[in-house]
């Protein structure tokens, strides 16, 4: 079962997504308060739905016809690094200029007992399915970074899984690890969606699929896949070291990093098109814009 929030009439509708693809709108107003009654009731917010649907009809409209929103409403994202192998070679491969054989401060964090772990984006900065991603207009070098999310309260508790962009500068990272933030965070630098993935639905959240693919003039110029099981480091692993002496809000979406990266040459350019898809969950599309050019178009 997955939770989706859509556009209906200008405002936002709450709704539930079976399996077999039908829609049932929810009368909650978001998916936390649907977490609370469940919690109030002794019930998973799984037993509730399927009671609010049991004798509902679904909508007539299918999922893609429908205007999707974030799914939640995210106080705050954060985002883990160098959890999988391939994004410690990634990282190495920026801050040696291309040195595969040397040995960072990466390959430290990758196989320290400390995860890597970073602010990345605020609600008012999240975009969701179908809205447009920037690119920083100081960078020459700039990917997508598809990774599972986690959807926890403020206890850590994780309530679902949804699919997240942590969009990224890869030369502005890889000229001087201080400048992390500035290579992770700015303006339309972060997406997530389309739906979150009750927890209790998921048998084994390592063995998620992950698929990247990026077009270009509509005709893909990337793609590459990965699973959740070649993470070097659990989920309540990560959870635990963010919510240790921090205070962490109900809603807050933890990224867990990228197991997918395009070649080195590869950077991101205005008009590109990304789709980040996870078997179970479903498939976030963002469109990306120079920054450059939507000043202009504004002025």
Known sequence: MRIIRFAENNQATLAAVTDEGAVYSLPQQDFLELVQQADDKGLTPLQVVQELIKDSTPLAAKLEELTLLVPIEAPEVWASGVTYQKSKEARNYEATGGKLDATTFYDKVYDAERPEIFFKSTAARTQG???????????????????????????????????????????????????????????????????????????????????????????????????????????????????????????????????????????????????????????????????????????
């Open 129 to 299: 399915p179908d809205q447009d991603l920037y690119i920083r207009s100081d960078s020459n070098w700039q990917i997508p970074e598809p990774e599972l999310g986690l959807v926890i309260d403020k206890n850590g508790r994780v309530l679902g899984y949804t699919v997240g962009n942590d969009m990224s500068s890869r030369d502005i990272e890889g000229e001087n690890p201080l400048y992390l933030p500035q290579a992770k965070v700015w303006k339309n630098s972060c997406s997530i969606g389309p739906a979150i993935r009750l927890a209790e639905t998921v048998e084994d959240p390592y063995q998620f699929t992950i698929t990247c693919r990026i077009f270009r003039n509509e005709e893909k110029e990337f793609e590459g896949s990965a699973t959740t099981g070649q993470l070097k480091r659990k989920f309540d692993e990560l959870v635990s070291y963010l919510t240790r002496d921090n205070e962490i809000f109900d809603g807050t979406v933890l990224l867990t990093g990228t197991c997918i990266v395009p070649p080195n040459e590869f950077t991101l350019g205005d008009g590109d098109r990304i789709e980040i898809e996870i078997s179970g969950i479903g498939t976030l599309n963002n469109p990306v814009k120079s920054q450059v050019r939507k000043a202009q178009a504004t002025s």
